[in-house]
Nanobody, 124 residues
């Protein structure tokens, strides 16, 4: 079992940067593909970025390509989401998720473990 705790959210202005962190419990962190999803009020939870177990491969939603970077530190059981050039449409609750998959699942229903979420608000 994996417990996930996100941090790093906040209120920023358009064009600013934020780095989200997701700390995982347990000794099998490297056995999980990790991903970030986000959910705005009244909308579905959407895939933002994902990374394979080793960190060798990543995937991004088209809306964040070139602005967001996902990374992981398996020694620290932590996955990060560096968000640059933030836009008001990036405003959402951001969730960290884990799945014991060799690939990077894109559907939220595939993931077994979720954090509690961290709010990101981007003002114009």
């Amino acid at each position: 079992q994996v417990q996930l705790v996100e941090s790093g959210g906040g209120l920023v202005q358009a064009g600013d940067s934020l780095r989200l962190s997701c700390a995982a419990s347990g000794r099998t962190f490297s056995s999980y593909a990790m991903a970030w999803f986000r959910q705005a009020p009244g909308k579905e939870r959407d895939f933002v970025a994902g990374i394979t177990r080793s960190g060798a491969a990543t995937d991004y939603a088209n809306s964040v390509k070139g602005r967001f970077t996902i990374s992981r530190d398996n020694a620290r059981n932590t996955v990060y989401l560096q968000m640059n050039s933030l836009k008001p449409e990036d405003t959402a609750v951001y969730y960290c998720a884990a799945e014991s998959s060799l690939m990077i699942p894109l559907k939220s229903g595939t993931y077994d473990y979720w954090g509690q979420g961290t709010q990101v608000t981007v003002s114009s």
